[in-house]
């Protein structure tokens, strides 16, 4: 099985940056492809951004050119760099990861974008 754990979220102004991390553990290396999730209240989750195990990213519309998704070279721990963060980017980001039993899903982090 997979663990994951998130960690950077909090509170911004808008126009802000924050940048989130999740550390997988377990038996990470079935993991492909990990990344994240977000929902916000009264809305369904929804993908945010992925990356496999190549490195290739794949992001949502409404983040694409604001968000990076990047994963470190023992793909253990993806991090997702968040700039020009706006109100409606407030949610709760739940890391991710596919592996070879099921999907992981992370405790979640809350971001919120307010001024």
């Known amino acids: 099985q997979v663990q994951l754990v998130e960690s950077g979220g909090g509170s911004v102004q808008p126009g802000g940056s924050l940048k989130l991390s999740c550390v997988a553990s377990g038996s990470t290396l079935s993991i492909d492809p990990m990344g994240w999730y977000r929902q916000a209240p009264g809305k369904q989750r929804e993908l945010v951004a992925l990356i496999d195990s190549f490195g290739s990213p794949n992001y949502a519309d409404p983040v694409k050119g604001r968000f990076t998704i990047s994963r470190d070279n023992a793909k253990t721990t993806v991090y997702l760099q968040m700039n020009s963060l706006k109100p409606d980017d407030t949610a709760v980001y739940y890391c991710?990861?596919?592996?070879?039993?099921?999907?992981?899903w992370g405790q979640g982090t809350q971001v919120i974008v307010s001024s």
């Open positions: 991710y990861a596919r592996h070879r039993w099921g999907n992981a």
